[in-house]
């Protein structure tokens, strides 16, 4: 029986109390161990220790999840923040390296809000700091005084574009999404393809173009009660499926070699 692929989740550092920890979010390892049916790895922020290279060699995919901290914008020759903004440059050093080394090796790759932020930011591309401040785009915050449900729950449309990755999946032309995020693309990173935009025209998904592998990121939140949607399901079910194709090659390579 084939095992289970090994899909590393990135994590965020934070401190509690006196002492530093990597966390990443429940909602995410669920849905690797549920929807891509992998086993969830969290990678700690350790940019200083482990080269990409450490990394991957034991990875069958890889999920950039999202988070409560923001990119810093000198990554992206931004403007500087506002005061209070949270950021983590230990998850910048890398997951940045690391998203550019899993592509070049053909390592599967899905990234969620601030994972396709950083996807964004890796390859060259910018983002809008606070979106509810740039005229034209509706609102995609959440009401962080509603409940979770609600929080979650549908906000938007938006329109997938024909031929790509998304459409290849068999997915509606347009779909309701959750909205959960107060930065967003400005500039397009080269070699990124636009999958779906909100009816704003914000770009809410992108794939790589002529990637090695399977390589989406989603601004929405496709991990959040993702067993009850099939649009969500799809989604990390074509990842899954794309990290299982890897573990199957890494696994024949291995035994070639042994």
Same mark, same amino acid.
Not at 38 to 55: E, F, Q, R, V
Not at 150 to 166: A, E, F, I, K, R
């Given at each position: ?44 922020? &350790?940019? $200083?220790?482990?080269?990409? *290279?450490?990394? #991957? ?5 890889? %999920?950039?999840? !999202?988070? /409560? ?16 903004? &949270?950021? $983590?440059?230990?998850?910048? *050093?890398?997951? #940045? ?5 899993? %592509?070049?090796? !053909?390592? /599967? ?150």
């Amino acid at each position: 029986m084939s095992r289970l692929p090994i899909i590393g989740v990135t994590a965020c550092t934070k401190q509690i109390g006196l002492h530093a920890y990597h966390i990443t979010g429940d909602k995410y390892v669920r849905a690797v161990a549920t929807a891509a049916e992998g086993l969830p790895l969290m990678l700690a922020s &350790l940019a $200083d220790l482990l080269k990409p *290279s450490d990394i #991957l060699d034991g990875l069958d995919g890889l %999920l950039f999840t !999202g988070s /409560p901290s923001n990119i810093e914008p000198h990554l992206y020759h931004g403007p500087a923040t506002a005061p209070g903004t &949270l950021h $983590d440059p230990a998850r910048d *050093s890398t997951t #940045l390296p690391l998203i550019r080394a899993a %592509l070049a090796a !053909g390592v /599967p790759v899905l990234g969620i809000c601030r994972g396709f932020q950083e996807l964004n930011v890796a390859l060259g591309g910018s983002l809008h700091q606070k979106l509810h401040e740039v005229d034209g785009f509706i609102e995609h915050r959440e009401d962080p005084s509603a409940p979770l449900g609600v929080q979650y729950g549908p906000s938007h449309t938006v329109h997938v574009q024909p031929g790509g990755v998304l459409a290849r999946l068999g997915l509606p032309s347009d779909f309701e999404v959750n909205s959960i995020h107060t930065q967003g693309i400005n500039q397009l990173a080269p070699g990124l393809r636009i999958e779906a935009t909100a009816p704003d025209g914000l770009v809410e998904a992108v794939s790589v173009q002529d990637g090695k592998a399977f390589a989406l990121a989603v601004q929405w939140h496709p991990e959040w009660q993702v067993s009850s949607n099939p649009i969500y399901l799809a989604i990390f079910k074509a990842f899954g499926d794309a990290c299982r194709r890897r573990a199957t090659q890494r696994d024949a390579d291995a035994s070639v070699n042994a």
